[in-house]
């Protein structure tokens, strides 16, 4: 039972255009919403968050937009880098059960 | 302040014998979530511990998996018996409180079986 879905495996951008990537869940009791980063052979690291009160949330490059109605999210980034390359996981959690449970990831490449 | 640390980055075991990862959360984190990334998935929940507590295992398997965070020392994930399906990356996050969502990972520790 996937409940934080990324449909696009994958994805391409040039550099200096926006990326988009999308979210869907199911579970209407998530409180929190999380983007993780994650390069080859390590861990995820935090990128950025939103709580289920908010509908934007905006660090940077970065932006995260928050649909509940239709039980969406998505990251933006722009301008994109090569930088930005990575395996992109959302990821969601109930502050009841305290645990966070990730989609499958996303991973974004720039193109020069 | 060193990060979330975990070793062996890189694991090799023969299918029957066991496996130990183990994991040293920040200093000063409590909490002690493991996650399982299997070949092309995503990372799925395993275990929650708290110091001396398993707080949520509901993602554990029934069989062969257990894991420990004792008062002193690092947080232990055990697998006996392995089989070519626990290949896998296993990573380890830690937390200040539990409802820190901002959960810092470590590197995470590759297990090949052969």
């Known amino acids: 039972d996937q409940q934080v879905k990324q449909n696009s495996p994958s994805l391409s951008v040039q550099e200096g255009r926006i990326s988009i990537l999308n979210c869907d869940y199911t579970?209407?009791?998530?409180?929190?919403f999380l983007w993780y980063k994650k390069y080859p052979a390590e861990g995820p690291t935090f990128l950025i968050s939103i709580s289920s009160i908010k509908d934007k949330n905006e660090d940077g490059r970065f932006t995260v937009f928050l649909n509940k109605s239709a039980k969406h999210l998505s990251l933006h980034i722009v301008p994109s880098q090569p930088g930005d390359s990575a395996v992109y996981f959302c990821?969601?959690?109930?502050?009841?059960?305290?645990?966070?449970?990730f989609g499958t990831g996303t991973r974004l490449t720039i193109i020069p | 302040n060193a990060g979330v640390m975990q070793n062996p980055r890189h694991l090799v075991r023969r299918r029957g014998q066991e496996a130990r990862l183990r994991c040293s959360p920040m200093k000063g984190h409590s909490h002690v979530y493991w996650y399982r990334q299997l070949p092309e998935e995503g990372l799925k929940f395993m275990v929650y511990?708290?110091?001396?507590?398993?707080?949520?295992e509901s993602g554990m398997p029934k069989e062969r998996f257990s894991a420990e965070f004792p008062k002193e020392g690092p947080s232990i994930l055990r697998i006996q018996q392995v089989v070519r399906g626990d290949s896998a990356a296993y990573f380890c996050?830690?937390?200040?409180?539990?409802?820190?969502?901002?959960?810092?990972f470590g590197q995470g520790t590759r297990l090949t079986v052969v």
């Open positions: 996050a830690s937390s200040l409180q539990g409802r820190d969502t901002e959960a810092f």
């Open positions: 579970n209407s009791m998530f409180d929190y």
């Open positions: 511990l708290q110091k001396e507590n398993i707080i949520d």
């Open positions: 990821a969601a959690i109930n502050f009841g059960n305290e645990k966070l449970t």
